[in-house]
């Protein structure tokens, strides 16, 4: 089984020195997220992620399943996620290793268990047939903080992503491909996201948005996942060294703070990708012109 | 004769007649198994747990480990079929469960010595013999007896327990207020949300609740697991209601632990 090459004693006790004086590696507050940069792919529902060197690409597909007998008015959601060897020798194709399993738990108890997505919403006929909804998260590259560049990934995929229209007459389903009729978006109840807290010396430094070298030599991490109209999604401190139950409440109105920037980010690059494939906007749609040289000559 | 419960919301009490802060019936005993190194059997309420330690020992896996002069701690959970409401097959590969042992393990590696015993394995096995709300904080508290049964040192008791949030559905419903309905005075309702200690599984299903596990004592929190969403606000009362019902847990344990070791040195 492969390993991560682990930090020297030196360089964990240069990067805990310098935190201890106030100072991170790459020269950053202690609560300050590097860039979020998000681009989004020529389909819907394709979504590259990057937070500093962590790179993930979340990718939405949808097709007509039955439902589940015990659930015939929901749809299916599913979450799935990958770590790529490209990301880092320690992962492996086909064995999902730890961090793996926990990504994918948080990521369906701040999604899924959170009912951020209305899956009722992608019921079609009742126990008959429904979208099936499947969420890939690929890790392409891991320099620490998976979790949130993972969790921000797959909701704006969520909220980028537009599924085919339908119509049901009686028993009869149409479904339009994006020639025939618009593609509608998908309902969102809210937009959770996770902030992740790696903490040192039992509390006394806490760190946003850790690399993997800060990852390494921290002592333990909670993760908070909250949406920006202030609700607590999830949280999640499993074990790590004690700290106090003032400072978790501290933690999670700051990040409350972060969720509520971040936001606004996604949905800046959101909007700005609207425009981008909607170029002349609705009158351009509707004008009763064809596209033809107007200066044709003549003759 | 089925109890009458009728006049328990106009009493404020809960399902089951506790008041809201207080913990089910706790019992426990330790060195119940005699084959293992320590051992438990714990009751919260219909939450039955059996936990075995067997360690520090040579592990079993030789030359992959290399943990940094540390133990390595493994944590198994088996939920028996019968322990639900409905019978299911867990199978082996459940997240569920993984993320269960996971806590546990990352939650025992802080609190025991595990410095002492670089190189050997402790391994922690846990059986759930019936489930009703409160499965982490049993599951904690149960493999706090059993690695104190077999002596491995530990700063301290891990002890948890669960705290919720209920909207206050029983003043609204004996006297509907009027003025709820307007948008602008729904913060007094707020304001009527009462937080719970140590939910049972009807109340784990309809309400926010999280999981805490402190250190002893003190208030440090060393696990906090909350799967619903609950407004941040009333993060704080349901942290503090779960960190005092740790200190009432320990108590507990403490009790359990002392009277074992009383009755040993009684029989000689």
Redesign the interface.
């Known amino acids: 089984?492969p390993r991560e090459v682990?930090l020297s004693n030196n360089e964990r006790d240069f990067i805990l020195g310098a935190l201890r004086q106030g100072l991170r590696l790459d020269g950053r507050g202690q609560d300050v997220y590097r860039e979020l940069e998000i681009s989004f792919g020529e389909e819907y529902g394709v979504v590259d992620v990057r937070l500093g060197k962590t790179r993930i690409v979340a990718r939405i597909s949808c097709e007509v399943v039955a439902p589940y007998p015990d659930r015939k008015f929901d749809g299916v959601f599913v979450i799935s996620t990958e770590f790529s060897p490209m990301a880092s020798p320690a992962f492996e194709v086909g064995r999902q290793n730890?961090d793996e399993?926990?990504l994918?738990?948080i990521l369906?108890?701040a999604i899924r268990?959170?009912?951020a997505l209305d899956t009722e919403s992608l019921c079609i006929i009742a126990g008959s047939k429904c979208f099936s909804l499947r969420a890939d998260i690929h890790v392409l590259d891991h320099d620490g903080n998976l979790i949130d560049t993972a969790c921000a990934g797959l909701v704006t995929a969520l909220q980028h992503f537009k599924r085919p229209d339908v119509e049901v007459q009686g028993e009869k389903v149409t479904i339009f491909t994006a020639r025939e009729r618009e593609p509608v978006p998908l309902s969102m109840l809210h937009h959770p996201l996770c902030v992740t807290f790696s903490y040192y010396d039992g509390g006394q430094i806490a760190l946003l948005d850790a690399t993997f070298a800060e990852e390494q030599v921290r002592e333990?991490e909670?993760i908070v996942t909250?949406n920006r109209n202030?609700?607590?999604?999830?949280?999640?401190?499993?074990?790590?060294?004690?700290?106090?139950?003032l400072a978790?409440?501290s933690w999670?109105?700051m990040a409350?703070v972060k969720v509520q920037a971040m936001t606004k980010v996604i949905q800046a690059r959101l909007k700005e990708d609207a425009e981008r494939r909607d170029k002349d906007g609705i009158a351009a749609e509707l004008r009763a012109d064809n596209d033809r040289p107007s200066e044709r000559p003549h003759g | 004769m089925p109890l009458d419960t009728s006049s328990y919301s106009l009493a404020l009490l809960r399902l089951d007649g506790r008041r809201w802060n207080e913990l089910r019936r706790i019992h426990a005993q330790i060195s119940t198994q005699a084959a293992v190194d320590g051992s438990s059997y714990l009751e919260m309420g219909n939450t039955k747990i059996i936990c075995t330690v067997t360690g520090p020992a040579e592990g079993r896996r030789v030359g992959g480990g290399g943990s940094g002069g540390e133990a390595t701690i493994q944590v198994e959970i088996s939920v028996a079929g019968f322990s639900g409401v409905d019978r299911k097959k867990s199978g082996r590969g459940d997240r569920r469960i993984f993320e269960l042992s996971y806590t546990i393990e990352q939650a025992v590696q802080t609190t025991l010595h595990t410095q002492n015993y670089s190189g050997s394995t402790i391994s922690i096995n846990l059986h759930v013999l019936t489930q009703d709300g409160s499965l982490l904080a049993a599951l904690i508290n149960a493999a706090t007896l059993a690695l104190i049964d077999a002596g491995v040192p530990m700063s301290d008791y891990l002890c948890a327990c669960t705290a919720g949030s209920t909207t206050n559905t029983a003043s609204s419903k004996g006297a509907p207020r009027p003025q709820a309905a307007l948008p602008g005075l729904s913060s007094l309702d707020e304001e009527a949300d009462d937080p719970l200690l140590d939910l049972n599984g009807l109340e784990e299903q309809e309400l926010p609740f999280l999981t805490v596990g402190t250190l002893g004592a003190s208030e440090k929190v060393v696990v906090c697991i909350m799967e619903t969403r609950v407004q941040a606000t009333r993060l704080e009362e349901m942290l503090a209601v779960g960190v005092d019902g740790c200190k009432r847990v320990r108590s507990i344990m403490d009790s359990v632990v002392r009277d074992h070791g009383k009755r040993m040195v009684d029989e000689g």
């Open positions: 089984m682990e730890q399993i926990i994918s738990r369906e108890k268990r959170s009912s333990g909670i909250m202030g609700e607590v999604c999830q949280i999640a401190k499993y074990g790590g060294v004690a700290v106090d139950a978790i409440l999670t109105n409350l």
